[in-house]
Structures are given as structure tokens and as C-alpha cells.
């Protein structure tokens, strides 16, 4: 059976991507694709997310790993599949949402913070919990995690930052999600493509780094 995981441990950062426009998320992912980081999580809060991702699937195909993140509705989860979203990331675990997502057939990610909740998680069924807000642990925290869940594919998201990378991955994380620290939202804003791109190439080549 074929590793549902293998693109996601081979991407190692995911960019949670939220733009004002579908325009500025385009720009974005482009400059975070050409910075080395391939993992694109285009967000629900991102005006028209299902058009973005369609475009980005169309340009890249499978050099970058696509999906669609702040997915909190049936529908929304339709629209991400249609538009050939690989994974579909949710902040939280609601068991009728992620039924939903898992009748999708792509690999799912839902939110957890306490063991109660990674407990549901993996009761439902889900590829990856997605450890969120990850920043109030840290990766000690997630360390503690690993005592209970061993063998449970954790995704950190929320404080993950090049200097911490390689703490996040030794703590056990499966990948890492990575917001404010390379999606910027001034810079996403500000339309400054150099920034973004090499706030990327620092995250690419600290989990270079982390894996050599």
C-alpha cells in the first residue's frame, strides 16, 4: 500500500497561504515555489481559494504539493476537490466535516491541540494532525505528544520559523506548517515578491540542513 504521506514528508514545509486577493495569492505562491519551499496550503480566508488552486495545479502540476487550508464546510471541501486540491487542511476536528473530507479520497489534516482532541483525530481517521496553535508548546511540546502518540503523524503549524525548524522536526513532527514567518502578510500586501521568496529560500535551506 502506498505511503498516503509520502508527498507531504518529502515537502517538509507547507505555506499557509492567506492573500486579499486571488491575484496576490498567485504572486505569492509564485515567489514561494521559486524560494525552494514546494508545499502551497491556499486558505479558505483567501478570496476565490478554489481559483487559485486550479491555476497553481494547471502551472505546476507535480512539482508542488497543493492544497486547501481553513476548510471549516462541507462545501468548501467539494470545492477544493474539484479543483484538484491534494490535501485539505482544517483548523479543528468536527467528526461530520472530516467524514466529509475523508469521502474526498485526499489526505486530511485536522486541527488539534490536547491529547483529548489528537485522540478524535486519529479516531476519525485523519492522515496528519495538524498541531495548532503549535506556538503555545513549542516543540517541547510537541515532544510531550510523541509519549502518548508515538506513532501519530503530528504537523506543527503556528510558530514555525527557519531558526526552529530542525527542533520542530527532532520533536517528531511528520512536516510543518509555516505562516506569517514566509507567507508574510505585509510583505503579501506590499506585493514585495523578493521578500517572500527569500523568507522561502531560509526555510528551504534550513530543512536542507535539518535533513543532511
Not at 507531504?8 to 509564485?30: K, N, Y
Not at 514561494?32 to 479558505?44: K, P, S
Not at 491534494?86 to 483548523?91: A, C, N, Q, T
Not at 508548546?137 to 503523524?153: E, H, K, Q, V
Amino acid at each position: 500500500m502506498p505511503d498516503r504521506l509520502s508527498r507531504a514528508r518529502a515537502t517538509g514545509v507547507l505555506a499557509v497561504l492567506r492573500a486579499p486577493s486571488p491575484e496576490l495569492a498567485l504572486e505569492a505562491s509564485e515567489a514561494i515555489i521559486r524560494g525552494g519551499v514546494t508545499g502551497i496550503e491556499v486558505t479558505f480566508s483567501t478570496p476565490d481559494a478554489p481559483a487559485v488552486i486550479r491555476e497553481l495545479v494547471a502551472r505546476h502540476g507535480d512539482a508542488a504539493y497543493i492544497g486547501a487550508g481553513t476548510v471549516t464546510t462541507i462545501e468548501q471541501a467539494s470545492l477544493a476537490t474539484d479543483a484538484g486540491a491534494e490535501f485539505l487542511v482544517s483548523p479543528g476536528t468536527l467528526p461530520t466535516l472530516t467524514r466529509a473530507m475523508l469521502d474526498t479520497g485526499r489526505v486530511v489534516m485536522t486541527g488539534a491541540m490536547t491529547p483529548t482532541e489528537v485522540m478524535g483525530a486519529l479516531e476519525l481517521g485523519v492522515d496528519v494532525v495538524k498541531i495548532f496553535p503549535a506556538s503555545l508548546g513549542g516543540p517541547s511540546y510537541l515532544g510531550a505528544l510523541r509519549g502518548p502518540f508515538p506513532d501519530a503523524p503530528l504537523m506543527p503549524t503556528g510558530g514555525v520559523s527557519p531558526d526552529n525548524l530542525a527542533d520542530w522536526f527532532r520533536a517528531g513532527a511528520v512536516a510543518v506548517g509555516a505562516g506569517g514567518d514566509l507567507a508574510n502578510g505585509a510583505s503579501l500586501k506590499a506585493s514585495d515578491w523578493a521578500d517572500i521568496e527569500q523568507r522561502s529560500a531560509r526555510f528551504a535551506a534550513a530543512l536542507a540542513a535539518t535533513r543532511a
